[in-house]
């Protein structure tokens, strides 16, 4: 079992930074590849990135590309979504999930279901 704890959210302000962590433990996590989504009230599930924990690759959304960073810190077994210029409608409860399957195919990383793992969710509110 591996167990996913958020932290970080908050209220900020447009065009501000807001940085989330996401604590796994349970498992070695060197081989598990750890996806952050988010969901807005009344909306589904949204893909925002992956990243590898093996060799730190990641693959974003185009809706966060450049503005949206994901890294991990191997030694804490922490992963972080940096958001920079956040926007109004990033307003949303943010999650990382794990799982272990590996797939050349990044759609696979994009889709909920994918992951066998759940963070509790961490809120995000951006003010105009």
């Known amino acids: 079992q591996v167990q996913l704890v958020e932290s970080g959210g908050g209220l900020v302000q447009a065009g501000g930074s807001l940085r989330l962590s996401c604590a796994a433990s349970g498992r070695t996590f060197s081989n598990y590849f750890m996806g952050w989504f988010r969901q807005a009230p009344g909306k589904e599930r949204e893909f925002v990135g992956v990243?590898?924990?093996?060799?730190?690759?990641?693959y974003y959304a185009d809706s966060v590309k450049g503005r949206f960073t994901i890294s991990r810190d191997n030694a804490k077994n922490t992963g972080y979504l940096q958001m920079n210029t956040l926007k109004r409608e990033d307003t949303a409860v943010y999650y990382c999930?794990?799982?272990?399957?590996?797939?050349?195919?990044?759609?696979?990383?994009?889709?909920?279901?994918?992951?066998?793992?759940w963070g509790q969710g961490t809120e995000v509110t951006v003010s105009s």
């Open positions: 990243i590898s924990w093996s060799d730190g690759n990641t």
């Open positions: 999930a794990a799982t272990v399957k590996r797939t050349d195919g990044r759609y696979y990383y994009t889709r909920p279901v994918s992951y066998n793992y």
